[in-house]
């Protein structure tokens, strides 16, 4: 699996615009479409809000690609 590291410099970061930013996703629709139909986990558990809030620690992952939030 990849693991990348991504800096944020707020609070927080939703879990689509993690997707859409790091490019694992094309569109805000397609993280949307992904999340829900149950493809993406959040700290290890399959995760279907997408609306969800990732704070430094958090780690999210997609297609062999765990995304940990800096």
């Keep these: 699996m990849e693991k990348r590291e991504v800096k944020i410099h707020t609070e927080f970061i939703k879990l689509e615009a993690l997707l859409k930013f790091e490019g694992l996703t094309g569109t805000g629709g397609e993280?949307?479409?992904?999340?829900?139909?149950?493809?993406?986990?959040?700290?290890?558990?399959?995760?279907?809000?997408?609306?969800?809030?990732?704070?430094?620690?958090?780690?999210?992952?997609?297609?062999?690609?765990?995304?940990?939030?800096?």
Excluded: H, M, S, Y
């Design 31 to 70: 993280a949307k479409e992904r999340i829900q139909a149950g493809q993406v986990t959040v700290n290890g558990e399959v995760c279907t809000q997408r609306g969800r809030k990732l704070r430094p620690g958090d780690t999210a992952a997609l297609d062999g690609v765990e995304l940990r939030v800096v």
